[in-house]
């Protein structure tokens, strides 16, 4: 194996070129997740990996806001940004073993809400689904 001193002098190219099990210029699903060997997407010669869609970060931002309804005040919260993944399928079965749940794209999107003053909750009822 290699010492630590010997690793920080690679260059990245050079480290994964030896230290990454790489196929076809790509390294496998197998390599990545150690379960059955996928390969990874090349897209015009560059390779890309695969990342469990759990690992994408939401990335978001909530400000305080009042809502002013004809004098009437109405504590709200306006939400924005990166809330979630849109998950399809490119029916290309050369981009992809099956063509199926191989395309993610962000899901933004905002919305305002009413807030309760300072101090104040609600009730919450529990539905009973059984008797």
């Known amino acids: 194996g290699s ?22 210029g790509h390294a496998t699903e197998a390599e990545r997740y150690g379960t059955k060997t996928k390969v990874g997407l090349v897209l015009d010669g560059a390779p890309y990996h695969r990342i469990h869609t759990g690992s994408i970060p939401h990335g978001y ?10 004098g009437t005040e109405i504590p709200s919260m306006m939400v924005a940004g990166h809330v979630g993944a849109h998950i399809s399928s490119s029916e290309d079965k050369e981009l992809s073993f099956t063509g199926e749940r191989d395309t993610v794209q962000p ?22 689904w059984f008797q």
């Not at 010492?3 to 076809?24: C, G």
């Not at 931002?61 to 004809?70: L, Q, R």
């Open 3 to 24: 010492s630590l001193s010997d690793i920080a002098t690679l260059t990245a190219v050079e480290f994964f070129n030896k230290h990454a099990n790489v196929a076809q």
């Open 61 to 70: 931002a909530e400000v305080n806001v009042v809502i002013n309804d004809g």
């Open 107 to 128: 899901a933004s999107g905002w919305w305002i809400f009413t807030t309760l003053p300072e101090g104040k909750t609600r009730e919450v009822r529990k539905k009973r």
